[in-house]
T-cell receptor, first 117, second 117 residues
Framework: AQKITQTQPGMFVQEKEAVTLDCTYDTSDPSYGLFWYKQPSSGEMIFLIYQGSYDQQNATEGRYSLNFQKARKSANLVISASQLGDSAMYFCAMREGRGGATNKLIFGTGTLLAVQP | ETGVTQTPRHLVMGMTNKKSLKCEQHLGHNAMYWYKQSAKKPLELMFVYSLEERVENNSVPSRFSPECPNSSHLFLHLHTLQPEDSALYLC????????????????FGPGTRLTVT
């Protein structure tokens, strides 16, 4: 079974509007971390935001926020006030267990976001 | 200085060639990773090094040989590759925080686009 599921292969959004990118995960470990990365066409994976499984509040970083619904095992990324530069692939990832030497990240298949002027 | 650099950015090699990919991190991290990103597939973790010791090898064929001479440098030596090895190879680094909670997000380089002919 897939550990990380991103069901939206592609999304369009108008500039200045908000957009939600979906991510669901599957784990039996009570301790885990959820990450979102952005990959522009240049190839580099850019870290955006992190949510720990024990965090009480949803993570926010500037225009990015993570809508963490633990019972539903979902960790959706919300981008507010979209900009043209937000056009990229977005990957959800999970680390099971506490941070450690392996710190293995499991990635989803990604969502391609296109911001339209 | 950019956090994680990779050279070369593009590489075309024949199946009988030997080449090496280089990764360097300037973030003071002590764990480094190699990932393979093929078209329409999730990122695949290949190798993990922590404190210059290999701590994970995800069943990668022996034609890929990693080397970590110090905590700032990571190499991937390539020999007798196959066309299906064509992909984007990404290097990442993070803090190794064994047994501790927290994000310890991985920071990625821009990748090497490898084409095997």
């Amino acid at each position: 079974a897939q550990k990380i599921t991103q069901t939206q292969p592609g999304m369009f959004v108008q500039e200045k509007e908000a957009v939600t990118l979906d991510c669901t995960y599957d784990t039996s470990d009570p301790s885990y971390g959820l990450f979102w990365y952005k990959q522009p066409s240049s190839g580099e994976m850019i870290f955006l935001i992190y949510q720990g499984s024990y965090d009480q509040q949803n993570a926010t970083e500037g225009r990015y926020s993570l809508n963490f619904q633990k019972a539903r095992k979902s960790a959706n990324l919300v981008i507010s006030a979209s900009q043209l530069g937000d056009s990229a692939m977005y990957f959800c990832a999970m680390r099971e267990g506490r941070g450690g030497a392996t710190n293995k990240l499991i990635f989803g298949t990604g969502t391609l976001l296109a911001v339209q002027p | 200085e950019t956090g994680v650099t990779q050279t070369p950015r593009h590489l075309v090699m024949g199946m009988t060639n030997k080449k090496s990919l280089k990764c360097e991190q300037h973030l003071g991290h002590n764990a480094m990773y190699w990932y393979k990103q093929s078209a329409k597939k999730p990122l695949e973790l290949m190798f993990v090094y922590s404190l210059e010791e290999r701590v994970e090898n995800n069943s990668v064929p022996s034609r890929f040989s990693p080397e970590c001479p110090n905590s700032s440098h990571l190499f991937l030596h390539l020999h007798t590759l196959q066309p299906e090895d064509s992909a984007l190879y990404l290097c990442a680094s993070s803090q190794d925080a064994s047994g501790l909670a927290g994000g310890y997000e991985q920071y990625f380089g821009p990748g090497t686009r490898l084409t095997v002919t």
